[in-house]
């Protein structure tokens, strides 16, 4: 199947980033067209920080800069994809209506001189904002240029949560929504009987401000849920203007897959006509190639594995993260792959050009501030101009994932709220360490959301998943039983959407699924360890498990529950399901997931050295392979087709160099 470009005006991947020309005088942007065409660029973003140039005061704008960039840049033949700059209020805005300003849960009202210093749910801001999305859906319709539409600018980043007395109007009218006007169906939902906390009229319900002691975790996600619907509805706004006016021009917004944890995503995925991602890598970890994967994966499932957009990531060292780690050479291209090879179709960067002054101004650019001089410059031109046109036939084809992971922003925010069995439940930790297992065993993953079908993967990893609800646990018992590989990890299955506890022994909505019961939790202390058959070793949980139905597969050794079941297997219908009942690190899994590998008949790639990064991809007309070499020292893969970097033909094997990326059209 041909999938629908992301971007229908434009014929090729995409290559550039933001650009920010209000930065530099106007002498300088034809310099910059001109470095553009030299690197390769073919779009670019404008105007997502230029609310106050393009508005100065209410209801009085000024596009005459703006329209000599889009005018410069159409005539060196630069598409844009033009932003709304709505994620950065003007000063006049604060001053005219002070109840725009962000309050945070303790009552702090937070000042301006940042970005996205709004709160989401302020009548004035919206009213505002849409008079400027209005103005320049007017005025840029029909520009020659425009390519993409780009609203506003990474949602919930900083501005997540509001407390102000607006938001908690418009709190207590969407509970009125989600409760059909019912207040005893919100006390019900929300357990108030406990504590007394018992509601009598809707003004009396309050945003979850700091408190004496933990506050109502029900009001808490209730209160995450709408917080995610607000920045959405501020999204829709926005859009819905723009397609008033270019219904054939697509809209999106730059998500923070992974790293945002305050937005629902999945709810996001359907109201943006192109899926695109901002990912920084994270310098200092060792393994940051396999956080970069997964952050890549997850964009592609939210966008129901279709072709999705790298909006941004950095050519080189970031300024925000605690040391600033440089890239090395070839890193630059090898990251940026990296996201093509998992369902990208665009590499762009923040930003174009390095600047001088502001928060950022240590942040890499395309453009360093050395200029043409630099060895960044250098791989940026061949990346734009060497590489990426070789590799245009990529277009169109799809991902080919051999397993899913399960991954839900509600159970995220619901297992990390206060007054749980340990302070050590963390749902990434947990996900990262099942992806980590199954990319060093070189299987590509999509995510999947707890509700949707998953008859099309033989394997299916639960990781964290507190929060079941009655249809998510119908879905899993379903899929085990047609014949699905089911692998649950420890404390899933707990409560229900509003954070109440399924009736009955642990694991409740999964304890007939995985034939056991769990008699009570047994969180380890700081640094505790427990150890199991094989000489694997846990930490952070353990859990005295009784069998009914399941059989033991590993027993604990040692610790609070010797002697008991640690890792179970359970045959439900045509399927089995497995359940871990201890904190298990990558390696640790590589005892348990070569059995459960063999049960859903998924065979990893023999023969592929640690460090190299494979990933499928198909389409139409043929099926490609994707090698990255993240290591120092050359590898030799089984391999038979053309290699489109280099143009070699390759008999049964390719060649991967140290450190570089090859891609095998396969006949």
């Given at each position: 199947m041909v999938q629908r470009p992301p971007i229908p005006r434009l014929d090729q991947l995409a290559y550039g980033g933001d650009y920010n020309p209000e930065q530099w005088p106007a002498e300088v942007w034809a310099q910059d067209v001109a470095l553009m065409r030299a690197a390769g660029v073919n779009l670019v973003s404008v105007g997502i920080f230029s609310w106050a140039l393009l508005e100065p005061a209410p209801d009085e704008f000024d596009f005459s800069w703006l329209d000599k960039v889009l005018g410069?840049?159409?005539?060196?033949?630069?598409?844009?994809?033009?932003?709304?700059?709505?994620?950065?209020?003007?000063?006049?805005?604060?001053?005219?209506?002070?109840?725009?300003?962000?309050?945070?849960?303790?009552?702090?009202?937070?000042?301006?001189?940042?970005?996205?210093?709004?709160?989401?749910?302020?009548?004035?801001?919206?009213?505002?904002?849409?008079?400027?999305?209005?103005?320049?859906?007017?005025?840029?319709?029909?520009?020659?240029?425009?390519?993409?539409?780009?609203?506003?600018?990474?949602?919930?980043?900083?501005?997540?949560?509001?407390?102000?007395?607006?938001?908690?109007?418009?709190?207590?009218?969407?509970?009125?929504?989600?409760y059909d006007d019912d207040l005893a169906a919100?006390?019900?939902?929300?357990?108030?009987?406990?504590?007394?906390?018992?509601?009598?009229?809707?003004?009396?319900?309050?945003?979850?401000?700091?408190?004496?002691?933990?506050?109502?975790p029900a009001q808490q996600l209730d209160f995450l849920r709408f917080s995610s619907d607000a920045h959405l509805a501020n999204f829709r706004r926005e859009r819905d203007i723009l397609r008033r006016h270019t219904p054939d021009v697509p809209v999106t917004t730059n998500f923070m897959l992974a790293n945002c944890k305050t937005l629902d995503y999945w709810r996001w995925a359907d109201e943006v006509d192109v899926v695109a991602n901002d990912h920084y890598l994270q310098a200092e970890r060792a393994d940051n190639v396999i956080e970069l994967a997964m952050c890549a994966d997850l964009t592609r499932s939210v966008a129901g594995g279709r072709p999705w957009l790298l909006m941004e990531h950095s050519t080189s060292a970031v300024n925000w993260q605690p040391r600033n780690i440089a890239k090395r050479p070839g890193e630059l291209a090898r990251n940026s792959l990296a996201h093509l090879?998992?369902?990208?179709?665009?590499?762009?960067?923040?930003?174009?050009?390095?600047?001088?002054?502001?928060?950022?101004?240590?942040?890499?650019?395309?453009?360093?501030?050395?200029?043409?001089?630099?060895?960044?410059?250098?791989?940026?031109v061949a990346l734009g101009t060497e590489v990426l046109p070789r590799l245009d036939e990529l277009r169109g084809t799809t991902v080919v994932a051999d397993a899913a992971i399960l991954w839900d922003w509600q159970s995220w925010w619901a297992v990390e709220l206060e007054w749980r069995p340990s302070v050590d439940l963390d749902f990434r930790e947990r996900v990262e360490a099942c992806y980590e297992r199954l990319w060093r065993d070189?299987?590509?993953?999509?995510?999947?959301?707890?509700?949707?079908?998953?008859?099309?993967?033989?394997?299916?990893?639960?990781?964290?998943?507190?929060?079941?609800?009655?249809?998510?646990?119908?879905?899993?018992?379903?899929?085990?039983?047609?014949?699905?590989t089911l692998l649950v990890s420890y404390f899933s299955g707990i409560v229900d959407a509003t954070d109440t506890v399924h009736p009955g022994a642990y694991p409740g909505a999964l304890r007939e699924l995985l034939g056991l019961t769990v008699d009570e939790f047994l969180p380890l202390r700081a640094g505790e360890t427990v150890t199991l058959a094989q000489g694997l070793t846990g930490d952070v949980w353990a859990e005295a498990v009784e069998l009914a139905g399941a059989e033991a597969v590993l027993r604990y050794t040692d610790g609070p529950a010797a002697g008991g079941p640690a890792v179970t297997r359970h045959s439900y219908g045509a399927?089995?399901?497995?359940?871990?009942?201890?904190?298990?690190?990558?390696?640790?899994?590589?005892?348990?997931?070569?059995?459960?590998?063999a049960e859903a008949?998924?065979?990893?790639?023999?023969?592929?050295?640690?460090?190299?990064?494979?990933?499928?991809?198909?389409?139409?007309?043929?099926?490609?392979?994707?090698?990255?070499?993240?290591?120092?020292?050359?590898?030799?893969?089984?391999?038979?087709?053309?290699?489109?970097i280099t143009g070699a033909s390759c008999a049964d094997t390719v060649a991967v160099p140290a450190g570089q990326v090859r891609v095998v059209r396969r006949e």
């Open positions: 410069l840049l159409h005539d060196g033949g630069i598409r844009v994809d033009l932003a709304t700059p709505t994620a950065v209020p003007p000063a006049w805005l604060r001053r005219t209506h002070p109840d725009t300003r962000l309050v945070d849960r303790t009552g702090a009202v937070l000042g301006g001189g940042a970005r996205q210093s709004f709160c989401p749910s302020s009548p004035a801001y919206a009213q505002a904002a849409a008079r400027i999305t209005e103005a320049i859906a007017a005025r840029y319709a029909d520009h020659p240029a425009l390519a993409l539409w780009h609203v506003h600018n990474e949602y919930g980043g900083v501005n997540a949560l509001c407390y102000c007395a607006g938001s908690t109007e418009a709190f207590r009218d969407w509970l009125r929504g989600r919100l006390n019900a939902a929300w357990g108030t009987s406990f504590w007394g906390q018992r509601y009598g009229d809707w003004t009396e319900i309050e945003a979850p401000t700091a408190a004496p002691t933990a506050v109502n090879a998992r369902g990208a179709e665009s590499v762009l960067f923040f930003q174009w050009r390095a600047a001088r002054f502001g928060a950022e101004k240590f942040h890499s650019a395309m453009v360093p501030h050395g200029g043409t001089g630099t060895r960044i410059w250098r791989e940026v070189r299987l590509t993953v999509d995510f999947a959301h707890p509700e949707r079908s998953l008859d099309d993967y033989p394997l299916v990893v639960v990781p964290s998943l507190y929060l079941t609800t009655p249809a998510a646990a119908d879905n899993l018992r379903r899929y085990v039983a047609r014949g699905g399927g089995t399901a497995w359940y871990v009942s201890t904190r298990l690190d990558a390696a640790a899994l590589g005892s348990v997931l070569p059995r459960v590998y008949g998924i065979a990893p790639p023999d023969g592929v050295p640690g460090g190299v990064e494979l990933v499928r991809r198909s389409g139409p007309a043929a099926d490609y392979l994707i090698a990255i070499n993240h290591t120092g020292d050359d590898a030799v893969l089984p391999a038979a087709g053309t290699e489109l």
